[in-house]
């Protein structure tokens, strides 16, 4: 089957659609840059967060409203990673549709949740569960502005590992204002009290694993899809089946009037 005869399979805007696009992305584009999205709730630091992390501290613009409204790329040549800020989502239709979209061609998705908003929201826990199904290792879970509630961070950070013990995601705790401290600085105590290291490390691991998330993502992909195409084919034998059934009633039927008919002359 070519694609576009695969792709009518799927209803458009379903998620085995995007799926199958997904795919063959991937499969069409093996040299393309890593992509690495920064993905979450409007203001709770997406674009702070790239800035420290890339050590550019006005590459993204940050501030306490909504600030970031379209998808924004670094493009890190010598190592052919794509660093994206998006939109924060809850703030504008549109803004929540464009940081989709960004989503929808990630590697690895860093979902940005600050502390001071407490626990996880539905709409949070809905993404962790959909992006933790076919590649377990695409999305890690930061917990921002750590400095803001140094007091109770033990609490929340357990209270939110318990809401996410389903699911097999990362979780880091960090902030990101004092490692920009620490680059200014060059302070130590600063660099340890921002805990970027842990993240540092994981990031390190999934750039040098890169051909093999993509091989994991093809195949849990592949999965999925067969498995949607397995129920596709089942739904559509049920069909024939009773379809089957009831021209055969009917046949049964004909051959029985006319049979009473033919006897009644
Ligand atoms: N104290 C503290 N403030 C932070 C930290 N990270 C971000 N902020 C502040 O939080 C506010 C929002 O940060 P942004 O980086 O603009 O947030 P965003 O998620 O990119 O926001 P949108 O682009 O609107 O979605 C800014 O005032 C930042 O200075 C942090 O680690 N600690
Ligand atoms: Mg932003």
């Given at each position: 089957m070519n694609k576009s005869n695969l792709r009518k399979v799927f209803e458009k805007n379903t998620a085995n659609h995007e799926k199958l696009i997904r795919l063959e992305n991937i499969l069409d584009n093996q040299k393309s840059p890593f992509k690495i999205v920064v993905y979450g709730?409007?203001?709770?630091g997406k674009s702070t967060f790239l800035n420290a992390w890339l050590n550019q501290s006005e590459l993204f613009n940050t501030s306490?409203?909504?600030?970031?409204?379209i998808n924004q790329k670094y493009f890190d040549q010598e190592n052919n990673i794509a660093w994206i800020d998006t939109p924060g989502l809850d703030a504008h239709e549109q803004d929540d549709a464009e940081a989709q979209e960004a989503v929808k061609e990630a590697d690895i998705i860093l979902l940005v949740h600050d502390i001071i908003s407490g626990e996880l929201d539905e709409k949070e826990l809905k993404m962790i569960e959909s992006f933790s199904?076919?590649?377990?290792?695409?999305l890690k879970l930061l917990l921002t502005k750590i400095d803001q509630n140094e007091d109770n961070l033990p609490l929340i950070i357990n209270n939110i590992e318990n809401q996410i013990n389903h699911f097999p995601v990362k979780l880091f705790p960090i902030s990101p204002i004092r490692y920009q401290k620490y680059s200014q600085t060059s302070i130590d105590k600063w660099k340890q009290a921002s805990r970027f290291e842990a993240l540092q490390i994981e990031i390190q691991k999934s750039i040098s694993d890169r051909d093999d998330l993509r091989k994991q993502e093809i195949m849990g992909l592949c999965d999925d899809l067969t498995l949607a195409l397995n129920s596709k084919k089942k739904a559509a034998s049920d069909i024939i089946y009773s379809m089957t059934q009831q021209i055969e009633t009917k046949q049964n039927n004909c051959k029985r009037d006319a049979q009473n008919k033919f006897n009644s002359l």
């Open positions: 709730k409007y203001n709770h306490d409203k909504r600030e970031t409204v199904m076919t590649n377990k290792q695409k």
